[in-house]
């Protein structure tokens, strides 16, 4: 399989695409097209474990990488979940369904691609004849950076560097990264937001001159955001895994019609979820939910992409992001990936903060997806309504798409078709929210929270959040958003 850039000026295979993590033209690495999954290949995973479906379509994109390696990473990887199932699917009440993606070792569902994507990258590297050490940059708004540390932490010929909004993460995620161990880790607070730090990490990815000096200092840069497609591509599975487990448990035929809601940030869950569909994965509609940083929302309803609006910090900080990366994948293929046009829209985003498109994608999206937003009073409510009926807790991010599924169902009246929610974090990662949302109390500290939450809930505390308490934080530099890459010099210059 080849992969190219949705701007057009490179092409590449998978290891390539992986271990450059961005093409040099800016663009985005796609494959060059969908690989088919077949009717007989879905009825053979229906008896897979989640390992052996996810290296079996993993597989259909990296074709190049050896099948048993493949599969023996992924049992290695999702071996490190709770109870052993990576993406376990829990039936909530009639044809409502949530796929739990919070059971790895960070608690959310970055865990899915990280803790396989230092396989993929290494690998990669070693296929593409690359011999430098690798550094791995990484911008995130809360828990791809953790997850990322955690995946990458001692990696042999590895460095991973991770810059977060300073007042744009919860403190469990603050926490969970300042702790991070490892000897070949790095984190930096950054004073300004999410898009800033992407930006700022994008644009250095993209610098002759920058990859130049950090070669020199035997470093190659690459990335663990969902601009790598390898962080992309353990996402596909799961969403077969989830429709395999509802033919498997009877829920639904093969071939039936399934709807997930995804919420959304920087379009990277729901664009593998869009990319399962066109492998042949039977799906109804997507719903893209946002939280009050509601651009897609705009987007997907008037046509219109328009970044100059205020930006809110929420109580989904993971979701407070007003350039997302991925929706580039998705505008590559609604304008029959016209390569020179996304490089223009692309252009204009950049220098105007505006692009539109044409009528006839804007009536492909509506066929496809069901846009809508969830604030931060209706966020509350949901968590407290499905908690009071189902005794569910969910976390503020899984609320909005929560919101979103039940919005869909009215205003569509399609209450029959099959909805998988797919939950992004477990609720512990945000418990003073949480805790807020079902009981009314506001708890100051986090660790206070976690165990109110585990009284009112029930639920397992993952040992992960509650042995953050005892540890050490080893990080605390603060740079300004203009000064990140005197930083990577900084940590690229230790060696
Ligand atoms: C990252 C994240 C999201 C958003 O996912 P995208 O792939 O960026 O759209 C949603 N919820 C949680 C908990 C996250 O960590």
């Given at each position: ?10 092409t ?34 229906l ?19 050896d099948?048993?390696?493949?599969k023996?990473?992924?049992?290695k ?14 039936k ?13 070792p ?15 990258l290494?690998?990669?590297?070693d ?7 690798i550094?791995i ?34 403190k ?23 898009d ?29 955001n969902?601009?790598?497609f390898g ?38 869950n ?24 509601n ?17 809110y910090?929420t109580?989904s900080p993971s979701m ?7 929706l ?22 950049r ?11 804007k ?30 807790p ?28 797919v ?6 990662k945000?418990?003073?929210?949480v ?41 605390d ?19």
């Amino acid at each position: 399989m080849k992969f190219i850039s949705t701007r057009g000026k490179e092409t590449a295979t998978g290891a390539q695409a992986i271990a450059r993590g961005i093409a040099s033209d800016g663009g985005l690495f796609v494959p060059e097209f969908f690989p088919a999954v077949t009717q007989e290949e879905m009825e053979g995973m229906l008896s897979m474990n989640y390992a052996e479906r996810a290296a079996l379509v993993l597989g259909k994109y990296l074709d190049e990488y050896d099948p048993a390696g493949l599969k023996a990473a992924c049992e290695k990887a999702y071996g490190q979940f709770e109870e052993g199932d990576a993406a376990p699917l829990v039936k909530i009440d009639g044809s409502l369904y949530m796929l739990e993606l919070f059971h790895g070792p960070t608690c959310a569902f970055k865990d899915l691609a990280l803790t396989l994507l230092p396989y993929l990258l290494r690998t990669g590297c070693d296929m593409a004849g690359i011999r430098e050490d690798i550094l791995i940059l990484v911008a995130t708004s809360g828990d791809t950076g953790k997850a990322a540390l955690e995946g990458f932490k001692d990696a042999p010929g590895v460095k991973i560097q991770v810059f977060y909004p300073n007042d744009g993460v919860s403190k469990m995620q603050k926490l969970q990264m300042a702790t991070q161990e490892g000897s070949n880790v790095d984190v930096v607070a950054v004073r300004s937001n999410f898009d800033d730090c992407q930006s700022a990490v994008k644009e250095i990815f993209t610098s002759e001159a920058c990859k130049a000096e950090l070669k020199e200092r035997g470093y190659i840069l690459s990335s663990a955001n969902s601009i790598n497609f390898g962080r992309l591509a353990p996402q596909i599975a799961y969403y077969f895994s989830a429709y395999l487990d509802l033919v498997s448990s009877g829920q639904i035929g093969m071939g039936d019609k399934v709807n997930f809601s995804v919420p959304t940030g920087n379009f990277g869950n729901i664009l593998a979820a869009y990319y399962a569909m066109r492998m042949g994965l039977p799906v109804g509609k997507l719903l893209c939910a946002s939280n009050k940083n509601n651009i897609l929302t705009d987007f997907f309803r008037t046509g219109v992409y328009d970044r100059r609006r205020e930006f809110y910090k929420t109580m989904s900080p993971s979701m407070d992001i007003l350039i997302s990366s991925n929706l580039e994948r998705l505008l590559f293929e609604l304008c029959g990936r016209d390569a020179a046009l996304v490089a223009q829209r692309m252009e204009r985003l950049r220098e105007e903060g505006v692009y539109e498109i044409g009528g006839e994608e804007k009536e492909e999206l509506a066929s496809l997806f069901f846009a809508d937003w969830c604030g931060e009073d209706e966020t509350v409510e949901t968590i407290y309504e499905f908690f009071e009926e189902y005794q569910y807790p969910m976390d503020t991010h899984t609320a909005c798409a929560m919101y979103a599924a039940a919005d869909y169902r009215e205003k569509k009246k399609d209450a029959d078709t099959p909805m998988v929610v797919v939950s992004t974090a477990s609720p512990y990662k945000f418990p003073q929210d949480v805790m807020y949302a079902i009981t009314g109390n506001d708890i100051k500290d986090s660790f206070k929270a976690i165990k109110h939450l585990n009284l009112a809930t029930a639920m397992k505390v993952p040992k992960s959040l509650s042995s953050l308490r005892d540890k050490k934080p080893r990080f605390d530099a603060v740079a300004d958003k203009g000064a990140l890459y005197a930083q990577v010099l900084r940590f690229a210059e230790k060696k």
